[in-house]
């Protein structure tokens, strides 16, 4: 009997903290590619840049609450389980042997994530364990630098039918229904001046950081 492969996205960030742009992207990126689950998850120390404001485990615990009970998404804390950097390519091995060759491994990333992607750790090996969604941000132009360029080579491919042919190795760009201008940065920068965050973010997670005051001034 043929039965189809399983389609497993892998959403990993800094997510500090996990705000509206993550989840909507999450739910819409699982829709268009048809993916049984989609891990979110949090990477402790983050390789390209400096050490996030708040702890793992409280931004796991933020992603835990914004997901809530939204289907095929799951708060994977596979990361927190594992010492130095946060490399993708290390979480992608995890995930091959959990859901076996014939899967098809997704690793959707934002277009501002991807325009770093020629100095991540061991990045060819990534495309022989995962195929690479790239999604649009808004604020982010979609053409790709020279550097990119090669990396990418032949890799492209125009739909999701088309990504899905084989386990890994292909790359599609998305740009999905709902893009939203929102970014940690920005919530983190109104928090320090103590401005609303509201409708930015989940209203759970709104609360827990309000509650303790995370991201605050502490001056
Ligand atoms: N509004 C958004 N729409 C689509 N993708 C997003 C959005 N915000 C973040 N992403 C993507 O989600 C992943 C994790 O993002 P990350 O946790 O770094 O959030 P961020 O908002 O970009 O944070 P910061 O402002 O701290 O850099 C990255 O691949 C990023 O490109
Ligand atoms: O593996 C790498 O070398 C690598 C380099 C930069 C970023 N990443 C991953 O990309 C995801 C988004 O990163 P960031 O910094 O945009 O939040 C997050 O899961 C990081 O661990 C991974």
Sequence with gaps: ?????????????TFDPVHL????SAIEVREALKLDRLHMIPAP???LRGTPQVSPVQ?????TLGIGDTPGVVADDRELRREGPSYSVDTLVELRQAYGDSARLVMIIGFDA???LAKWHNVNQIFSLAHLVVIARPGYSTSWPDALREL??????????ELMLCPNGNILTLALPSMMAISATYIRERLQQGK???YLLPEAVEEVILQHGLYHSHE
């Design 196 to 198: 609303s965050v509201r």
């Design 21 to 24: 742009g993550h989840l909507r």
């Design 59 to 63: 931004r796991l615990e933020l992603l």
């Design 114 to 116: 991807f325009l770093r």
């Design 152 to 161: 990418v080579g032949d890799r492209e491919v125009d739909s999701v039918d």
């Design 1 to 13: 009997m043929n039965s189809t492969p399983t389609r497993i996205g892998m959403l990993g960030g």
């Design 45 to 47: 120390q983050p390789p």
